[in-house]
């Protein structure tokens, strides 16, 4: 199985393995505050927004899965009965995946091999029958650390180096299999020991980020007492109990077959559906941040894991792969998925091999004849046509471009040298690709021709291509995201469409609260019922942002029973701050709720993350003595976890520990020189202390630092008004608008102050502007 990249994480944002709610929700609380009451802002009167029905008829769900009684056996019992699978196995990258350091197991050339890159230089060498790296440690001095364990077996090869209190950290340099040598994950970064992306930092911590998904039954079995880690795994490798689940029960059955359609397993895979068979895999194979500490593979993916929806960070606006994401989130959104193609359609489960070689996995169905692989795909709308052709692909065969791969499933490199296809299964399009700005396989392939030439050809051999019944997803996504004309109607268009597959229905129900309207409302309310989890928590979330907490009780209460626990958390996270006699007859369900989310960060208190969300929810309940212990241990676990830092600076001057406050930020700040995140947090301390001049140049330094960050923008424009420089804050907000067309609070607040300097030609532009990207815009009604 592919290794992780870690990447960097954009200043001061939630990182993207970040735990359930952590900071946005939780930093919001706190952050958010401190801007409206410092600088003595009133949140504007916008009409509310009523929903047409004021109550969700939820509908009758599978309730929650009950506890396996299952136990992890020795998977050496496996071969006897299913040599077969076990052979198919053998040798595969998920038995490769992780293994002890051992003279067959290690591919690197540690004879005394050196490697620089930046300011340090790492060495390779053997000692005492083990394999050694000196390189800089977390005190920048270099130092002697025994590899381990191997991470993977192609294209690449990593190391897992031994720190104290049971830490296993992912070396940066790895091994190019291919290439014979040595090369850095994050080449011309200049990651040193001060750098969250060292080897030696949290982010690079394998107990959390990677070994769950090279072994079988892991657990990170992390004391938050001590800080240390007694992780454990039944076997190293992905083997058979990783994705059955345990097979104590398959034993005694197999002892005395019977009629089990499971065989004694909690579930049945091999007969499990393409729903199933997805979830199981993206265990691993997708973005995804962990509910706890391991999984239960007989329940949802979302009992146990949140995934990402398609994030601008993440995915292209067409869905395709940008940052690392693995298969998950491309194959659910493909018309492969749609159709009921299981990832065992194409893939041996065993091996990770392809069924067959070349273009022959995917002329299992598209065929002269039409015929489909196995019962259960659906075959309606499949052409029969000879694909594998030039008269198709218009390639010679065997040259580039002849594949099905070549144009359906193109890639990226991630981790240096590490080539993963796009699981999307999309359709070129050149002309639409220049249009949107997304990847396209024509572009790609062909970069030394002119890319008019190419769109021409392209339409030549095959149209335009054809309009649909519905507004395609990519180009509604432009508009939404641009804050084009028409923009909001694209939304709800593309939400009211009922074959919307689920990982974009959740993504788009993220843009609503940009785009606030009754009707927005009506569609988040009526997707509370949606059959997929992760269209519910989506529409949990947007029904949270668009309606105050008391008015979220009657439609969100009932999603507090939900089956799956990460909806449930949603649900009662949006909830947090009311007071019980609000809560009605959701009390209990409610307590039962929020004792869970408590008890899911506990489960992470490894991560400086968790213990912030801890820190959120103690203080949102009014537990205040345990506030600050759960920031200092944020801090603990990551000292370069500026959002951690800065809500227990936060926190101390909101004590009248204010000095302790400033040299908190002060030192943090020594460290971080060009962090946005903690220019903008002293600037807001600043303005508080009184020092308004000094406060608002930090507020403009951190928009200066990270000038796509519209937090920053707008209250540096902010500040500048209420100090008088109304000019300065239209500047600020026009060039923030200039960016970011679709930012509604920016352009609300420019209309403020436009409308205060008797600028109403600008004021009827910004709100007739705001018309064509939402004519039921609330605000908008509020002005006539």
Request: glycine share 8%.
């Amino acid at each position: 199985m592919p290794e992780k990249t870690k990447k960097k994480a954009k200043d001061g944002a939630p990182r993207s393995f970040g735990i359930l709610y952590p900071l946005a929700a939780g930093l919001l609380l706190l952050v958010t505050l401190v801007i409206w009451f410092i600088l003595q802002r009133s949140e504007p009167t916008i009409p509310p927004i009523r929903p047409a029905a004021p109550a969700v008829e939820q509908p009758q769900r599978p309730a929650r899965p009950a506890e396996s009684t299952a136990s992890l056996v020795d998977e050496g019992q496996c071969q006897g009965c299913h040599t077969q699978q076990f052979e198919d196995w053998q040798g595969s990258h998920h038995h490769l995946a992780m293994q002890e350091a051992r003279d067959d197991t290690v591919l690197g050339d540690f004879n005394e091999q050196s490697f620089k890159e930046g300011s340090e230089t790492t060495r390779f060498f053997r000692k005492d029958d083990g394999f050694w790296v000196n390189t800089p440690g977390p005190d920048g001095k270099p130092a002697d650390f025994r590899v381990a364990y191997t991470f993977g077996v192609a294209p690449l090869q990593q190391y897992l180096l031994e720190l104290p209190g049971g830490r296993l950290q992912a070396l940066s340099v790895a091994w190019d299999v291919e290439k014979q040598r040595w090369f850095h994950l994050y080449p011309g970064q200049n990651v040193d020991f001060k750098d969250e992306m060292h080897w030696s930092k949290p982010q690079q911590n394998a107990n959390f980020m990677c070994i769950e998904c090279h072994t079988t039954g892991f657990k990170r079995n992390f004391d938050a007492a001590s800080g240390t880690y007694a992780s454990h795994w039944q076997s190293l490798g992905v083997g058979c109990q990783a994705c059955h689940g345990p097979a104590s029960g398959h034993l005694q059955w197999a002892a005395k077959p019977d009629g089990d359609a499971k065989r004694g397993f909690d579930f049945s895979l091999n007969q499990a559906d393409n729903l199933v068979q997805a979830e199981n895999c993206g265990r691993c194979h997708a973005r995804r941040s962990p509910l706890g500490d391991g999984f239960a593979a007989h329940k949802r993916l979302m009992d146990d894991y949140l995934p990402s929806p398609l994030t601008q960070a993440l995915y292209e606006l067409d869905g395709k792969i940008k940052d690392e994401v693995f298969e998950w989130g491309s194959f659910t959104q493909s018309k492969m998925f749609a159709k009921g193609v299981r990832c065992s359609d194409c893939h041996n489960p065993h091996s990770g091999e392809l069924k067959a070689p070349g273009n022959g996995v995917c002329l299992q169905c598209h065929t002269p004849a039409g015929q489909i692989a196995r019962p259960g795909i659906d075959g309606q709308g499949l052409q029969a046509k000879h694909y594998d052709s030039p008269e198709h692909h218009r390639h010679q065969p065997g040259q580039p471009g002849s594949q099905c791969i070549d144009c359906h499933m193109p890639g990226k490199f991630y981790m240096g040298n590490d080539f993963r296809h796009d699981h999307g299964f999309t359709l070129p399009n050149p002309a639409r690709a220049l249009e949107l700005g997304t990847p396209d396989a024509c572009l790609g392939c062909h970069q030394d021709s002119a890319s008019d030439k190419i769109v021409e050809q392209f339409q030549a051999w095959y149209g335009a291509g054809e309009e649909g019944a519905h507004p395609r997803y990519d180009e509604s996504l432009w508009l939404i995201r641009g804050g084009q004309p028409g923009a909001s109607r694209a939304l709800f268009l593309q939400l009211e469409a009922q074959d919307l597959p689920a990982i974009r229905r959740a993504t788009l129900l993220a843009e609503l609260p940009v785009y606030p309207s009754e009707r927005a409302l009506n569609l988040a309310i009526r997707d509370l019922k949606h059959d997929d989890p992760l269209v519910r928590r989506a529409a949990a979330e947007a029904v949270s942002a668009l309606l105050p907490p008391q008015r979220r009780v009657a439609l969100l209460g009932p999603l507090l029973d939900d089956p799956v626990r990460a909806v449930r958390l949603a649900a009662a996270h949006a909830l947090l701050g009311l007071p019980d006699e609000a809560l009605g007859q959701h009390r209990a369900s409610w307590a039962q709720a929020i004792d869970e989310y408590e008890q899911t960060q506990k489960k992470l208190a490894d991560r400086a993350e968790a213990n912030l969300n801890l820190a959120m929810l103690y203080q949102a309940q009014g537990r205040s003595a345990l506030v600050e212990p759960a920031l200092r241990d944020a801090v603990r676990r990551d000292s370069d976890f500026l959002p951690a830092v800065v809500t227990l600076a936060q926190w101390l001057d909101g004590n009248f520990r204010g000095q302790e406050a400033r040299q908190l930020l002060e030192d943090t700040l020594a460290r971080h020189p060009e962090s946005a995140f903690l220019h903008h947090a002293n600037g807001l301390a600043m303005v508080r202390r009184g020092e308004r001049e000094a406060g608002i140049r930090e507020l403009g330094e951190a928009a200066r630092l990270a000038p796509d960050d519209a937090r920053f923008g707008y209250v540096h424009a902010i500040a500048l008004h209420d100090s008088g420089d109304v000019q300065g804050a239209i500047g600020q907000l026009e060039h923030l608008l200039e960016r970011q067309p679709n930012n509604r609070e920016a352009r609300l607040a420019l209309i403020d102050y436009c409308r205060e300097t008797g600028q109403i030609q600008k004021v009827q532009i910004l709100q007739a502007e705001l018309e064509r990207m939402n004519p039921d815009d609330p605000a908008l009604r509020q002005a006539q």
